[in-house]
């Protein structure tokens, strides 16, 4: 089982990322799919949610009406779009999935927001 996110980078206030979780070895298509962000010295924050037919998604309110999660289930892939971006928003992003029986985690891609 494999989960690796990327797209993380600097970037300005305001900017815009995407991030990508590429998931391998599972039957993605069974699962639902997180994003998590972890700064330092800060709890690790749920973000955005997706379930599996993708039909349907939920947001912490830090970040909604900002970011937007999203999955492929023919690439086995989810994304996080984030716009907007403020320092604040300054993390690891963290990718997982999880059903009733499993929960595999990424290893995280880090996004910087500054000037």
């Known amino acids: 089982v494999q989960l690796v996110e990327s797209g993380g980078d600097l970037v300005q206030p305001g900017g815009s990322l995407r991030l990508s979780c590429d998931c391998r070895?599972?039957?993605?298509?069974?699962?639902?799919v997180s994003w998590y962000r972890q700064a330092p010295g800060k709890e690790r924050e749920l973000v955005a949610t997706i379930i599996s037919s993708g039909s349907r998604s939920t947001y912490a309110d830090s970040v909604k009406g900002r970011f937007t999660i999203s999955r492929d289930n023919a690439k086995n892939m989810a994304y996080l779009q984030m716009n907007s971006l403020q320092p604040e928003d300054t993390a690891v992003y963290l990718c997982?999935?999880?059903?009733?029986?499993?929960?595999?985690w990424g290893r995280g891609t880090q996004v910087t927001v500054s000037s």
């Open positions: 997982s999935a999880r059903n009733s029986l499993y929960d595999y």
């Open positions: 070895g599972f039957t993605f298509s069974r699962f639902g």
